[in-house]
């Protein structure tokens, strides 16, 4: 049986790095992207015009943040 450690939660100071950071997680990101995907589809109308412009929106976002 595999034993465990203790864990007692314990408070430190944030470093100047840790402060300036600012990251709304990955979950964040996605749910924001999902959103913006969706309301692009519904603003055009649902159909294949709504599904083309959410798509060339969403890769002209990846091409300009450099993630593509």
């Given at each position: ?11 430190r ?18 749910l ?7 309301g692009?589809?519904y603003?055009?109308g649902?159909?294949t ?10 890769y002209a ?8």
């Amino acid at each position: 049986m595999k034993k465990t450690k203790n864990f007692f939660a314990t408070l430190r100071e944030l470093d100047p790095e840790e402060l300036s950071i600012i990251n709304g997680g990955h979950f964040a990101y996605d749910l924001g992207t999902f959103l913006r995907f969706v309301g692009i589809y519904y603003q055009y109308g649902t159909g294949t015009t709504g599904y083309a412009e959410a798509v060339a929106d969403y890769y002209a976002n990846q091409y300009k943040n450099g993630t593509l």
